[in-house]
């Protein structure tokens, strides 16, 4: 019983250490891109939603880092104003 136990305990570490790696992984998926697809600018949102509040409205060609993606979404940071909030995907291109 004791065997028992301490297996299924070493089977749950490993499962959890193998998820963290994973999300680690996703994370690094990611890095820089560029707003394009706009033909006047790329609204930069606070929440990731078409209906937040619009924190800072970028051209065309803007560069993006890219932290991670909310649905149809990414999470950004936009040096040249060093502001932090969320872009529709659909205007955004990968490096």
């Known amino acids: 019983m004791v065997k028992r136990i301490a297996m299924m305990m070493v089977l749950a570490a490993v499962l959890v250490l193998a998820g963290a790696q994973s999300s680690v992984a996703e994370a690094g998926d990611y890095s820089g891109g560029r707003v394009v697809n706009i033909r006047t600018y790329l609204s930069i949102r606070a929440y990731p939603t078409t209906h937040s ?9 803007t560069y993006l880092e890219i932290y ?6 990414y999470y950004v940071y936009v040096p040249y104003c060093k502001i ?12």
Do not use: C, I, K, Q
């Not at 509040?53 to 060609?61: K, Y």
């Open 68 to 73: 991670h993606r909310e649905g149809d979404f």
């Open 53 to 61: 509040t619009e924190l800072v409205r970028v051209p065309n060609g």
């Open 84 to 95: 932090w909030g969320y872009a529709h995907r659909s205007y955004v291109s990968f490096y």
